[in-house]
């Protein structure tokens, strides 16, 4: 495994004011690697969704540090966040997140042409991510024509043609049966195993922890347990 490619250091989130706010965070100090596969588990209300948008640099920390490959996002204006996260991490949603009205093709494409990349390989980029998770013969198909399983193909090559060292994916096999949650992850644990990214996947599902090389366990914002290869716990 290579160095952090995101980190977190005692990680302390608030959410909302006044009278409903809640710390949503309490001291979470986490990282993921190049080169590994990492789940995050815990029960509804845990902090598991709000650890990973503090990872995303969608949402900052009130108190803490996070760094994606390196840089802090201390100080840094919500553009700057922005251009942090679109150059170095990729998502993949439970619910794919796919324009209707765009082929499987232009939807991988689409992350490339919000960097403002619209050079002649950008075609030859989005067809080699879909030939990554099997879809070469399915790139001119519109969503509605694909499955499930095919959609979130679909939404991983697009994570991944922007060359992100930091997957996230948020419960991508939970709308899937065993089948296609299976192949997902072995999508995603292949990606892993290229060693220049690390990916995090939020889970419920425990069809998929086979695939892990550490688990994560947060419960009322703190992690509780981390276990390596779904073995003996490791002190948080």
């Known amino acids: 495994m290579s160095d952090p490619v995101v980190e977190t250091s005692d990680v302390v989130k608030f959410l ?15 990282s993921l690697a190049g080169g590994e596969l990492v789940m ?7 902090g598991k969704t ?3 948008s503090v990872l995303g640099c969608m949402l900052s920390p009130s108190l803490g540090s996070v760094r994606v490959c390196g840089r802090s996002t201390a ?3 919500p553009e700057q966040l922005t251009a942090l996260r679109r150059d170095h991490i990729g998502f993949v949603f439970q619910s794919y997140h796919l324009f209707p009205t765009l082929t499987a093709m232009d939807n991988v494409r689409i992350a ?5 990349d619209y050079s002649r390989r950008v075609i030859e980029r989005a067809k080699e991510a879909l030939a990554t998770v099997g879809l070469s013969h399915k790139r001119r198909s519109y969503p509605l024509e694909l499955s499930s399983g095919e959609q979130q193909r679909v939404a991983i090559a697009r994570a991944i043609i922007g060359d992100a060292a930091a997957i996230l994916a948020d419960e991508p096999t939970a709308a899937l049966d065993s089948e296609n949650g299976h192949a997902i992850m072995s999508i995603l644990a292949g990606i892993a195993r290229q060693g220049t990214r690390g990916v995090l996947v939020v889970t419920h599902d425990p069809r998929i922890l086979p695939f892990a090389d550490r688990i994560i366990h947060i419960e009322d914002g703190r992690i509780v347990r981390k276990n390596v290869n779904g073995g003996a716990s490791a002190p948080p």
Request: hydrophobic share 40%; aromatic share 0%.
């Open 16 to 30: 909302g004011q006044g009278a409903t706010r809640v710390q949503a965070l309490r001291g979470v100090s986490l």
């Open 112 to 116: 490339l042409d919000v960097r403002g």
């Open 75 to 77: 100080g840094l204006e």
């Open 50 to 52: 709000t650890l990973l």
């Open 40 to 46: 995050l588990m815990g029960p509804s209300g845990s």
